[in-house]
């Protein structure tokens, strides 16, 4: 099990090409956490899906550190992102991990619920029943609880309009698209979900 914790940091390398093959590979036996990062890649990328003024990478980290502590709250041998060691050891923690990604991303996405759920039955169905309603129990907490954290972080504010100056070192819109205003520059105004501020390890800035 210490793989389901440990697969988070390769799963970036992963993508596909649409939601129907990340289903099917869920009836191989692949880590629950990078089975459910190759499905948020997939949305991600779909035209439309993500809102234009909220960095995708915020959906990675919500569902991850809901992950993340839904095992550790069964494994209880990590320090907690959130919510620490609460549940029995003989609970399932792939069940735990697929519930709170599913959890996750059917409330941030909620248009794709119908293709997240079908995902989410096949893969309890390659599961024991051994501890997995506990494990399907706690995920849901898990994650409720991350997207309670999440949900006034700032991240759905509308961004600063940004003006752009001539002065030598002053920004200036960048190819191959040449936006006419940047994106995402309320993102430093944004609650960290690790560090206390945005600043922190800059000149000047709180240090620890």
């Given at each position: 099990m210490k793989t389901l914790l440990l697969a988070g940091t390769t799963v970036t390398l992963l993508a596909a090409a649409n939601l129907a093959p990340a289903i099917a590979q869920a009836t191989k036996p692949v880590s629950q956490v990078v089975q459910w990062n190759r499905t948020l890649l997939v949305i991600v990328r779909t035209p439309g899906a993500q809102p234009a003024?909220?960095?995708?990478?915020?959906?990675?980290?919500?569902?991850?550190?809901?992950?993340?502590?839904?095992?550790?709250?069964?494994?209880?041998?990590?320090?907690?992102?959130?919510?620490?060691?609460?549940?029995?050891?003989?609970?399932?923690?792939?069940?735990?991990?697929a519930t709170a990604a599913h959890e996750v991303l059917v409330k941030l996405y909620p248009n794709f619920q119908a293709t997240l759920d079908t995902q989410f039955q096949q893969a309890l169905a390659q599961l024991s029943n051994t501890g997995k309603a506990d494990g399907i129990s706690l995920g849901n907490k898990v994650a409720d609880r991350i997207l309670a954290l999440r949900n006034d972080d700032g991240?759905?504010?509308?961004?600063?309009?940004?003006?752009?100056?001539?002065a030598p070192g002053d920004y200036q819109s960048t190819p191959p698209n040449f936006p006419k205003q940047p994106q995402f520059t309320h993102w430093s105004r944004v609650t960290p979900f690790a560090l206390e501020s945005a600043n922190q390890f800059r000149p000047g800035g709180p240090q620890r």
């Amino acid at each position: 099990m210490k793989t389901l914790l440990l697969a988070g940091t390769t799963v970036t390398l992963l993508a596909a090409a649409n939601l129907a093959p990340a289903i099917a590979q869920a009836t191989k036996p692949v880590s629950q956490v990078v089975q459910w990062n190759r499905t948020l890649l997939v949305i991600v990328r779909t035209p439309g899906a993500q809102p234009a003024t909220i960095h995708p990478t915020r959906s990675f980290a919500i569902m991850h550190g809901a992950i993340y502590d839904a095992v550790n709250a069964i494994d209880g041998t990590h320090k907690p992102y959130l919510v620490g060691p609460s549940a029995s050891h003989f609970a399932s923690q792939e069940a735990a991990a697929a519930t709170a990604a599913h959890e996750v991303l059917v409330k941030l996405y909620p248009n794709f619920q119908a293709t997240l759920d079908t995902q989410f039955q096949q893969a309890l169905a390659q599961l024991s029943n051994t501890g997995k309603a506990d494990g399907i129990s706690l995920g849901n907490k898990v994650a409720d609880r991350i997207l309670a954290l999440r949900n006034d972080d700032g991240s759905d504010a509308k961004p600063i309009p940004y003006v752009f100056g001539n002065a030598p070192g002053d920004y200036q819109s960048t190819p191959p698209n040449f936006p006419k205003q940047p994106q995402f520059t309320h993102w430093s105004r944004v609650t960290p979900f690790a560090l206390e501020s945005a600043n922190q390890f800059r000149p000047g800035g709180p240090q620890r």
